[in-house]
DNA sequence: CTGTAAAAAATGAATGTTTATTCTTTTTTT
DNA sequence: AAAAAAAGAATAAACATTCATTTTTTACAG
């Protein structure tokens, strides 16, 4: 229920309020608060008031933009997901080699995570949290499909290990979530050198 | 702050507390109740009074056995996290070689959190949450030093790859976390034969 | 072993805050 | 001037923690 309720009658309300323009900006800074107020105390010390302040907005704003507080967190998780995904996928090339195309999304991957550290932290905050909906998180993972397919076909070519996505996931993807984890708490200081280090032992840990 | 202090002068409560009589039961009623409330609903959703109500106990009775919330989350993290390390070395054998060392290690360590996925969930749950002190996180990893000495041996003698601690521990060990939470979401039931793999896959990562 | 009084543990209700959300009004945009 | 956006203040529920009592355990004198 929002603010628009009182002008518009209920039957006109789905197909009017699309066209509603809003200023995108004050959105934004929500979503930019959201991010870092989550990264830095948790969900549960990430009340709206304190969002609000920190966009510079009244609370009451935030309901103009989302329904609640789980929608709010559920779309920055949707946005931001999205565009990892996008970044990573960006250069991608379907026709490369299993060993290119893999490095390839592997480094932006690594790329994306290091150059927006506190976008990357909030992903993995996410990761584990009852928070975030099914529904979002599986809305998440189905941009992953050309890295899986890209496994399949290198499991045909006998270059991957013939292992579930899962697996293959767990082992040459997540660890890049507990380097970044590590950074962020300061207790190790990521350079191109571990990077390289770390791409070596993805590739070793899923390939024959 | 607590009931002995109206009893008991200031300057006798550090000899004479830890001398006091308390029922156990009670106390470990809401360490689990604690964790299954977190893992369920996450930190932000497990109220001192769903706990207390779980524990079939009183909300004032935590605070018999626990300074607030934060002291009572860091106990229950530090407990877990010492049952769980305490598991995990238990039949290791320093005289051991470094592949019969580490695997030893870490079937023990997959053994505990597939037992016990509540504990072993928990434990993930905390991993990223700013709930946790420093300290209590710096507690839990010092337990970790006989991995960490066999890995050293293991670079001297030309089996493990030179890589840093976080390095190894990110692409051996860290990749169970993300099939223990795949298999409690219900996206994947962990076999053995995946165990066998996983633990191939761990190997060939960290290994020249 | 038993009765008893002091200590400790446990409780339900109370307290004061903090929270998400909504209401009413004002400001800005169209 | 109408619609939309934004705001501050209001509301009601939830929360962590404490208070005032009651119940249980302990220690030990007889």
Known sequence: MNVYSFFIPLTHKLEIMPVLKKSEIKRAALVKATIHLVNNQGFHAAPMSKIAKMANVSPATIYIYFENKQDLVNQVYKEVKAEYMQYAFETFNADASIAEGFELVWRRMAE?????????????????????????????????????????????????????HQLLYAFSIYPLAFLLNAEKRGDLKITTAHLNEAYQAAWASITQ
């Open 112 to 164: 994306y995570k290091l150059k927006d550290i506190e976008k990357g932290f909030f992903l993995s905050q996410c990761e584990n949290t009852p928070m975030i909906d099914t529904s979002s998180r599986q809305d998440g993972i189905k941009n992953l499909k050309p890295l899986l397919d890209l496994w399949d076909r290198g499991i045909t070519e006998g270059i991957i290990k013939p292992l579930s």
